[in-house]
């Protein structure tokens, strides 16, 4: 083939664009390619010139240039911004050579252009992206310091480890915990961070990290009291939780410690003090109310009236000072966490009479009459006599200081399948809704004159409140102003004592116990025929999956570590196949600590740690046909989860009125606790708690087969997203929104759900 027809196949077939133009710029010929680019046809472009294309946009210097080169060289390569005939703008990239003829003038121009247009659209995002991750990388530059910021102003020392059991975060008051700095602390694992706990303190059982997300609930809080090499004592506030990533999946544990050790020692040389304090000023108290006894009894002989009345003022006055003393005393072992109860059967109305005893005389001198309606069928209550005499004298002393002179206090009582509540109610000033609340806090009074006149520490409802708290009770008021006060206090019940008929528990349940040692399998067989169940022993994990599969088995005791089949290839099996998937297994085995989050993934029910904890083991074969089903229950059970006590108190009260049993916790860890021990029938549940809120409580529970259907109500007072609505679902579940109508709307759900 002849070189000029190469050349002419190139220019045709091209995929840039070739435009011939003469010394004038005026276009002579052009290839499909830049007919195509331009979107001009070949019989626009020819005879026009190139300034047809030209958009206006490219800077002048560029043609300055360009000019310049074609001058002198002879040749130019750079970028121009043409415009196409539909008007949008395209990016050239164009090779520009000027020809000559022989007589050495200008003779033509050929410019071979390509469209970069896509790639200059490339460039530009790439540097708003570039851009944007550099603002991405400053941001997080600066969260990341506000956070190192945050961490190293805490008074506490946080450290964090991974999954693996490496530290990545430690602050510089770690140093104060484990004597080395921050720095060096990151990076090392668990067994190095517990082998400098056990060079800095005595005992080898403290600050015992756990690797990962294992080791105990899912919230820890503890104080940890240990001896440091010098001898000297420190004390810690131990915290732990598990981190989620945003998908949820943990990626670590984090432990925050806070040195306590001088506020321990201030609280406790505030205890000792007061202590001191307070049987110093009993001791002379004593004597001076006996003696002033001693004479108004007529020791000394007859007394003038005016000389008895004074001696009395002196009597009245001396109480008061021992109760004021007495109060004081109680308040620091409350705050100490020292208050001592003792709980034993009782009878409520003997406390009752026993107070209305000892101030009938003060009812008398105030002109007030005390009237008791308890009723003759009240159960015996469980608690401690002598504190629970305490918070009736107190509020009954209250409602005669406030009533005026002729009106009647009355006591009212009452109960339900759980409780015992007893009512005080007067007929005085009221109380102000606005102070409802605050009254049992210490030192509040009312800023009234009533108060101002009756006097009072504001320390008696505080007192009460810590009483009845400690018994599992609740105690509230209900007030009118000018019309009088109701304060309502509740004591659990004396519950039957009868020993169970483990039989009828048992109900001819078959347990199947798994274990290689024949030893352990007859010492367990043993002990469950004793609670009245009937057992089968196994020896090996073969010969348990064929009893499973052909007998009708209610539970299994598993050990892990067995020859041949092991433990949990066993209770693969078992929870694979349809006909024994649903048989509870226990698991039994020396060696499942920190694998319990592991086996309930699994659907295993329980985990027992040998050497066996008999107790334990048989409340948890209990706990399997007990009360952990709805079937076991004559009515259902709702367990009310809400920080706030007085809407515990409220639903619960409705709820009771209409024949439901009922629980309450204060906060998601209390719940998890008493669900893991008795599963309700169905679950009221506040949001945002102490502790563990609303949505950790839900995911725990979503991760365990035998709690994930429990109906739910969310009680908030929170306007929910349809994401978070998601995220609280277990069985059928419901959503309400805290308002006026409460009542009726929370019957009304129940009653659905529990359908």
């Known amino acids: 083939m002849e070189f000029a027809a190469i050349l002419r196949d190139v220019y045709w077939n091209s995929l840039d664009g070739i435009v011939v133009t003469d010394r004038d710029t005026v276009i002579t010929d052009v290839n499909p390619s830049y007919e195509l680019i331009s979107g001009y046809s070949r019989a626009e472009l020819v005879g026009a010139k190139v300034g047809i294309v030209r958009s206006g946009v490219t800077p002048p210097e560029v043609f300055r240039e360009m000019w310049a080169h074609l001058g002198g060289r002879g040749k130019w390569v750079g970028e121009l911004i043409n415009r196409r005939k539909d008007g949008t703008l395209w990016h050239s990239f164009v090779s520009i050579t000027r020809i000559l003829g022989n007589d050495g003038e200008v003779s033509a121009y050929v410019a071979i252009a390509r469209d970069v247009s896509h790639r200059k659209g490339m460039e530009q995002q790439l540097r708003r992206n570039l851009q944007e991750i550099d603002a991405a990388r400053t941001q997080a ?29 430690a602050n510089r ?16 694992s668990v067994h190095d961070l517990r082998s400098l706990a056990r060079q800095l303190y005595a005992g080898g059982d403290v600050l015992e990290w756990e690797p990962g997300p294992g080791g105990g609930p899912p919230i820890d809080l503890r104080t940890a009291t240990v001896e440091s090499a010098g001898q000297r004592h420190r004390v810690f506030h131990e915290f732990s939780a598990p981190v989620q990533n945003d998908e949820g999946r943990v990626i670590g544990r984090i432990f925050v410690y806070r040195d306590v050790t001088k506020e321990t020692e201030v609280d406790r040389m505030k205890s000792e003090f007061i202590a001191t304090v307070s049987h110093e000023l009993r001791t002379p108290m004593t004597s001076i109310k006996g003696s002033l006894g001693l004479v108004l009894g007529g020791i000394a002989g007859e007394l003038a009236p005016e000389v008895r009345e004074l001696l009395t003022i002196a009597m009245n006055n001396t109480d008061r000072l021992i109760r004021l003393i007495n109060d004081i005393l109680d308040i620091s072992r409350i705050e100490a966490g020292k208050m001592e109860i003792k709980r034993t059967p009782m009878t409520p109305s003997d406390v009752v009479h026993r107070a209305m005893r000892e101030l009938g005389a003060y009812a008398e001198q105030r002109e007030i009459r005390v009237i008791s309606v308890i009723p003759e069928e009240m159960p015996r209550a469980l608690g401690d006599p002598d504190r629970l005499h305490q918070v009736l004298t107190n509020l009954l002393s209250n409602a005669i200081k406030f009533s005026e002179p002729g009106n009647p206090v009355t006591i009212t009582g009452g109960y339900n399948a759980r409780e015992i509540w007893i009512r005080v109610e007067d007929c005085g000033p009221g109380i102000p809704k606005e102070h409802q609340a605050a009254v049992f806090e210490k030192f509040h009074r009312l800023d009234n004159t009533p108060t101002r006149r009756t006097g009072g520490t504001g320390l008696g409802l505080a007192i009460c409140k810590a009483i009845v708290s400690e018994h599992g009770g609740a105690i509230w ?13 509740t004591i659990p019940r004396e519950q039957d004592s009868r020993p169970l008929d483990l039989t009828d528990q048992a109900g001819g349940r078959t347990v199947l116990v798994v274990d290689d040692d024949p030893d352990i399998v007859r010492l367990l067989t043993l002990s469950l025929e004793q609670e009245g169940f009937q057992t089968v022993g196994a020896t090996s994990g073969e010969q348990a999956l064929e009893i499973a599969r052909s007998r009708k088995i209610d539970a299994i005791t598993l050990d892990l570590l067995m ?29 499942c600590r920190d694998r319990e989050q592991e086996l309930m993934t699994m659907g295993i029910t329980g985990v027992i740690t040998k050497p066996i904890d008999e107790a334990k083991l048989m409340l948890t074969i209990r706990s399997l046909f007990g009360s952990r089903g709805p079937a076991s229950r004559p009515v259902p059970l709702v367990l009310v989860v809400d920080d706030d006590p007085d809407v515990r108190r409220i639903v619960r009260v409705i709820l009771e009125r209409q024949g439901y049993a009922t629980r309450a916790a204060a906060d998601g860890q209390e719940a998890f606790r008493q669900i893991m021990e008795d599963r309700p029938d169905l679950l009221i549940l506040d949001l945002l708690m102490p502790n563990l809120d609303g949505f950790q409580l839900v995911r725990l529970l979503r991760q365990r087969r035998w709690t994930q259907q429990i109906p739910l109500l969310v009680l908030t007072a929170l306007d929910l997203t349809e994401g978070e609505r998601t995220l609280l679902q277990l069985g059928p579940t419901l959503h309400l929104t805290k308002g006026p109508h409460i009542q009726e709307e929370v019957v009304a759900r129940v009653r659905e759900l529990l359908r």
Do not use: N, W
Request: include cysteine; aromatic fraction near 4%.
């Open 173 to 188: 008051l770690v140093g104060e915990v484990l004597g080395l700095p921050a720095e060096q602390v990151i990076g090392r």
């Open 477 to 489: 008021v209900e007030s009118e102003v000018g019309v009088g006060a109701a304060f309502t206090f």
């Open 141 to 169: 530059d600066a969260t990341a310091g506000r956070l190192r910021s945050i961490l190293e102003a805490t008074g506490e020392a946080i450290i964090m480890l991974d999954v693996r059991g490496v530290c990545v975060v």
């Open 563 to 591: 020859p041949g089949m092991h433990g949990l290839e066993v209770a693969r099996q078992l929870k694979e196949a349809p006909k024994t998937r649903e048989i509870p297994v226990v698991i039994i085995s020396a060696y």
